[in-house]
């Protein structure tokens, strides 16, 4: 089979009973689907360490999930919304807002010490906000008035926002959870250093392409929006000394070929990585099961080729739980070191 061309080509039936729509406990209980090649096996996250080898490096995304979600009113009393995306500066920020045809820039809309102004159209149903939360610091107050922002196929709002957090979660950057990392849990960690394989981190700050399908039938009119990536010195030295690099979601793997793609630690990243794509660092790759008609679908099929369908009926077929707080899988790919 050719590489994915059209919306077609990276769509599958999903029903709606196999979305998970609450967190598993204990985290690393979560199923973890192993392919073999030829071969599949039903493992558990908390097997991770006896799956990998010593002198792997396993790499994650540490950034923080925004309580991005917040609810507004507007000067008429009516009910608002907005899902901040990305912070450009000077409290200017990137953000989806709904109603939006009853939001012209100048609007303002407040709730409790927040005041966030309409500003420029982006396109792509995206806006540029400048909020406002006088004398007290601005992540202070979106504590208090923002919510998780939950996907919208997760019908109802979590109990403890935590469970929408990685264990390891440091700065607070992006406007979703980078879902596989939703499994680790300190034991796990443990073991992967007992095992000697170490543990290093990058930031991708996640926005719109990450958990947006595509809106274009034909992949190549995909124009991927720009997302801010770091990949630190010492993980750069981790990965030259490493047997193989494990990426950990698929945050963590545009992260590490931005870097390896464009030359810069860091920067604004728009790679769109569809198959056949050259892999300049990751040789394996652990994920949860995405939406179809995603960029992330697009990406898997890059990883393991059109393989990822027998996976994914594999995974359907034994009740595996899909999406952001459902289970994950987990790939090689042959590529040479």
């Known amino acids: 089979m050719d590489r994915p061309e059209t919306l077609a080509d990276i769509r599958y039936d999903l029903p709606s009973a ?14 973890l689907l192993v392919d073999r090649g030829t071969s599949v096996e039903h493992r558990t996250v908390a097997d991770l360490p006896d799956l990998l080898e010593p002198g792997d490096l396993v790499v994650v995304n540490d950034t923080r999930v925004l309580p991005a979600r917040i609810r507004m009113r507007r ?27 009853k939001l012209a820039p100048g609007i303002a809309l407040t709730t409790g010490d927040l005041r966030v102004e309409m500003g420029e159209d ?58 596989a990392g939703l499994h680790f849990t300190a034991a796990v960690f443990t073991q992967l250093r007992q095992r000697g394989i170490d543990v290093a ?39 030259e000394k490493a047997d193989r690099v494990v990426a950990v979601g698929t945050t963590a793997v545009r992260a590490l070929e931005s870097w390896a793609v464009s030359g810069n630690s860091e920067g604004r990243s728009n790679l769109f990585i569809r198959r056949p794509y050259e892999w300049n660092v990751v040789d394996v790759l652990m994920t949860n099961f995405h939406l179809p008609e995603s960029t992330l679908l697009c990406l898997v099929d890059a990883f393991v080729g059109p393989r990822w369908r027998e996976l994914y009926e594999i995974a359907l077929g034994n009740n595996y739980r899909f999406l952001s707080f459902g289970d994950a899988m987990l790939l090689s790919t042959d590529r040479p070191r």
């Open 122 to 179: 982006l396109g792509d149903g995206r806006r540029l906000h400048h909020l406002d939360s006088g004398e007290r610091p601005l992540l202070d107050v979106l504590d208090e008035v923002g919510l998780a922002p939950l996907p919208p196929y997760i019908e109802e709002q979590i109990d403890n926002p935590e469970r929408y957090q990685t264990v390891y979660a440091d700065r607070p950057l992006s406007a979703a959870a980078p879902t």
């Open 18 to 31: 196999a979305i998970a729509q609450t967190p598993i406990e204990p985290r690393h209980s979560a199923r």
């Open 75 to 101: 000067p008429t009393g009516g009910a608002a919304e907005i899902l901040l995306l990305e912070n450009r500066g000077d409290e200017v920020w990137e953000a989806l807002a709904r109603p939006s045809k």
């Open 201 to 239: 981190t990058v930031e991708l700050a996640i926005g719109l392409d990450t958990f947006r399908p595509v809106m274009v039938d034909r992949l190549d009119d995909h124009v991927m929006h720009t997302e801010w990536y770091h990949v630190p010195a010492g993980t750069q030295l981790a990965i």
